[in-house]
């Protein structure tokens, strides 16, 4: 099994932090959101079966994990211009790169704005993507859970939140909630999650706003290729929303929907996520 590599680097002025194995051609996997998220613990299981044939970099997002948590507004803008730093920054022509839920928009959002460097995309279960394809958004649940675990992130709010993620709950080991928690209450943490969501709730009522983040026009008419992988038992992020992209989007070369698994198709069945991705990036 590779080991990961913990490393820091400036990316635009922010200390960001990933982690990294393997090597050959660079895939760059980008976390979800919500408290005590990071490249580490969302990818733990996918990053040594990847690393067998590609160099992947997991990356914390600015506002998570041990990279910086600076008071700004926590945009879409800003992670996605994060990534552009990291990926000139680690001097990478092409890479490709896979993303979960909220990562999966910032993916797509870095390869519609540098599509010469970007072979592939692989998303993850991703209503971020299908609410800017005007195709629907996340539960009702889905978001009255992620409020309460933001203001207040213990292992019981952590233990009811990972319960909405993950399908196959005896992946929640105490370990990964006492991380997680541990995380969600760093400096600067629980400020950025309520920076974040302020955003999203500006989104829907700012048109300009609304302009950058739609993608609808743009996503179908890309040239490199797309795959899609759902948890059929996703609470969060309906399965719906996963019809719906596939139906929109002409271009996608993979669709899996994924049985017994939830939002986090990588953590609930690894092994068949780990599959699909090597034969997609690999392909």
């Known amino acids: 099994m590779a080991a990961f590599r913990s490393w820091f680097i400036r990316c635009n002025g922010i200390k960001t932090h990933f982690v990294e194995a393997g090597s050959g051609d660079p895939v760059v996997l980008i976390h979800g959101g919500g408290p005590g998220a990071c ?4 990818w733990q299981h996918n990053i040594p079966a990847l690393a067998e044939h590609f160099h992947v970099f997991a990356v914390d997002l600015i506002g998570y994990g041990l990279t910086d948590k600076p008071p700004i507004e926590y945009t879409y803008e800003a992670k996605v211009d994060q990534i552009a ?5 680690l001097c990478f022509d092409r890479l490709s790169l896979g993303g979960n839920s909220m990562g999966a928009y910032i993916a797509v959002r870095y390869a519609l704005e540098h599509p ?3 072979n592939k995309v692989l998303m993850v279960a991703t209503a971020t993507v299908a609410n800017a394809m005007n195709i629907g958004t996340t539960t009702r ?4 859970v992620r409020r309460s675990v933001g203001r207040e992130v213990t292992e019981e709010t952590m233990r009811d939140w990972l319960s909405m993620l993950l399908h196959n709950k005896d992946r929640i080991t105490d370990d990964l909630v006492r991380r997680r928690v541990a995380y969600g209450n760093l400096p600067g943490a629980i400020e950025a999650q309520e920076s974040y969501r302020r955003h999203s709730a500006r989104i829907r009522e700012d048109p300009n706003l609304q302009q950058w983040f739609d993608i609808s026009a743009r996503l179908p008419r890309v040239t490199f290729p797309l795959a899609l992988v759902w948890g059929k038992e996703d609470g969060f992020a309906s399965p719906d929303l996963a019809a719906g992209l596939n139906a929109a989007l002409p271009n996608l070369k993979e669709f899996h929907l994924v049985e017994q698994s ?3 198709v990588q953590n609930d069945q690894p092994e068949k996520f780990n599959e699909i ?3 997609f990036f690999g392909g």
């Open 39 to 42: 490249g580490e613990h969302n």
């Open 85 to 89: 730093g990291l990926v000139d920054t």
């Open 116 to 118: 010469e460097r970007v």
């Open 141 to 144: 649940r889905g978001a009255t």
């Open 262 to 264: 939830g939002h986090q």
């Open 277 to 279: 991705a090597v034969r």
